[in-house]
């Protein structure tokens, strides 16, 4: 027999780093779920991710009892890593920050199409240059797609 579906949470927590302390605690405490036994669980699961945030979807049953899914870095977070500037531009449109060439837009998409909406690589290469046009990140170079 499956488990009664009761919610889900999704929260972003930076890898190995899971805690008791907001915002894990009081998100799972208010539905009656054992934090220490999820911080456990996450931290094993993403030692190897220590340090990058991570989000991750928690769905928990009416016997709270859950279950969790680690997704991949934002794009976001990965644009500032690769171009390794603290935050984005204030006025995008006006004040570039950093630029990108498609190859490290390339490899971001690449890394993070499993959780986007998209087939293609060169599609999922458009999402991850709109995201930088969006922080004041200009690539550079010419698109290496199809069209």
């Keep these: 027999m499956a488990k009664e579906i009761a919610g889900q949470i999704k929260l972003q927590i930076k890898g ?3 805690n008791p302390s907001p915002p894990v ?3 799972l405490g208010s539905k009656g779920i ?3 036994e999820f911080c456990k669980q996450f931290n094993a699961r993403t030692q ?3 340090g990058k945030i991570l989000p991750v979807v928690i769905t928990y049953f009416s016997d709270k009892s859950f279950d969790f899914i680690v997704k991949t870095p934002p794009v976001a977070i990965q644009l ?3 171009t390794k500037v603290k935050g984005g531009s204030a ?5 570039k920050i ?4 498609w190859d490290a837009v390339k490899t971001i998409a ?3 199409i499993v959780d986007l909406n998209c087939f293609t690589v060169e599609s999922a290469m458009k999402m991850v240059a709109g995201t930088a046009r969006s922080m004041g990140i200009t690539v550079t170079g010419k698109f290496p797609g199809t069209n």
């Design 34 to 36: 054992n934090i220490m």
């Design 91 to 95: 006025e995008p449109n006006r004040k």
């Design 98 to 101: 950093a630029k990108i060439t």
């Design 110 to 112: 690449e890394d993070k």
């Design 48 to 50: 190897d991710k220590s």
């Design 80 to 82: 500032l890593e690769a």
């Design 25 to 27: 605690g009081p998100a």
């Design 16 to 18: 190995g780093a899971a």
